[in-house]
């Protein structure tokens, strides 16, 4: 099962907006997209998550492509604490969540 | 602070020893998980319980045994470790996926194992 692909790390501004992709070209009509972060000791913590439709929560939007093959999760306004590695994940309803690599998020002052 | 509580923080134990890593939460959640985590690293999935059932072991050794007491408990007893399982050991929990599917998985701190 081929998992996601996302650049190894990026870097970003404070304050200003980042967008960070995920391929996931081998996705099924039932895989959802999932977003988790890891910040520096902590555990995973959930993002966001969703099939087809773009999706906005409190803490980022998630713009998924018309082909479903790729995604784009979007922090509006990065602040420090937002620095962490974000992992995108394809799951299967019901399934435990496996997680790729992820990107490593930097943001400078 | 994280909903799912883990103990110890920090463990060393040596290679004869026996050890036990706890993991509680209180969200009502039936699905729970066991990951491991080496540097530098993404998580690693080893075990789920559902509905205190093991359903899924990802191939994990044996000195490696999970238990799931009651809904609210998770343990993971550790026995003839070797120096390469120190790593970070997550547990996570959520709704059970029956029952709410897609249910986020919320995590603990972990527990920071070094196998001396």
């Known amino acids: 099962d081929a998992k996601t692909t996302q650049p190894n790390s990026m870097e970003s501004n404070e304050e200003e907006p980042v967008h960070l992709p995920c391929n996931h070209s081998?996705?099924?009509?039932?895989?959802?997209i999932h977003w988790y972060r890891q910040l520096p000791s902590q555990g995973p913590e959930y993002v966001i998550h969703g099939l087809t439709s773009n999706v906005n929560n409190r803490m980022a939007s998630l713009a998924i492509a018309e082909d479903r093959k790729s995604s784009t999760l979007i922090l509006h306004r990065a602040t420090l604490r937002d620095a962490a590695v974000y992992y995108c994940i394809k799951r299967n309803s019901g399934y435990a969540l496996n997680f790729g690599k992820g990107t490593s998020l930097l943001v400078t002052p | 602070d994280t909903e799912v509580t883990q103990t110890p923080k920090h463990l060393v134990m040596g290679m004869t020893n026996k050890k036990s890593l706890k993991c509680e939460q209180h969200m009502g959640h039936r699905a729970m998980y066991w990951y491991k985590q080496k540097a530098k690293k993404p998580p690693e999935l080893m075990f789920v319980?559902?509905?205190?059932?093991?359903?899924i072991n990802e191939s994990v050794p044996s000195r490696f045994s999970p238990e799931c007491p009651n809904s609210s408990l998770l343990n993971l007893h550790l026995h003839a470790l070797q120096p390469e399982d120190s790593a970070l050991y997550l547990c996570a929990s959520s709704q059970d996926w029956r029952t709410e599917k897609n249910s986020p998985l919320h995590f603990g701190n972990g527990t920071r194992l070094t196998v001396t």
């Open positions: 319980y559902s509905y205190e059932k093991l359903s």
């Open positions: 081998t996705i099924s009509g039932t895989d959802y």
